[in-house]
């Protein structure tokens, strides 16, 4: 038995700093088919036990594809769409838009609510906040600048790839100089705006999961002067990818340990 215990000890060990998810599945079923098939079993390790190692050894190693982490999804250096031709068109219509030069004082707001209203950019923002967003003239994919014009606003769109199975556990940090507004494929999520440089997490957003395909995280970035500044950091982890192989090796795993056991009970009796 303590054969058999290296023996798992060592493949686990080996599969677990395996991060590429088609090798790792490959490996997994290579394992179970071996233990499976095995043969030719020397007297010392048993038949059993090699069927036992195979199964687990490929499940496990099945288990550790089906739970790779995507980590950082946006970070300070992703692209995305990016519009730096508002200027202070938005400014001094709402409280979310205080006017330049601090001239409304530097207020200091969290969790605004409800969204902006942003109909003053409409003809330059356009179609910016929907699930499908398109782009006109003012937009263009490029590497999102940490600063900005001072007294002006800015817009993002973020590109989310969630892949064929979604992401859980989404949380979203920003820091910024003065303000933000964050949206998820049209749908407003939350505001903040305070005076002050733009810390690595100022403010979190608990997005938790998202479905499989692609999204669109849509941010508007406010400045009433003094300096500008911008951070963000989005992370997450890769939903679980049911895999139909693993019941299938499972099944016929139990068949054939039922089938040594009848066997050896047929031998005793």
Known sequence: MSKLFTLLTTIISTISKISDKTACYAIGILFAKKGLEFKNVNKEFGMKKSIVAGLLSGLLAISFAGTASADTIINNSTSGYYNSSIGQILDGTSSYFPAANSGAGDPIYNNMSPAPNLSSANAILGNWLSASPSFNAYWSLASIPSTWAINAETAI????????????????????????????????????????????????????????????????????GGATGYNINVSGDAAPVPEPGTMVLLGAGLLGLAAFGKRRMNKEA
């Open 157 to 224: 769109v973020y590109t989310i790839n969630a892949g064929s199975t979604g992401l859980t556990n989404v949380l979203a940090q920003f820091g910024v100089d003065n303000g933000i507004y964050v949206w998820l494929d049209g749908e407003y999520l939350n505001g903040w705006m305070a005076p002050g440089g733009a810390g690595t997490s100022e403010y979190s957003l608990n997005i938790g999961s998202l479905s499989a395909g692609t999204h669109y995280m849509q941010i508007l970035r406010e400045d009433h």
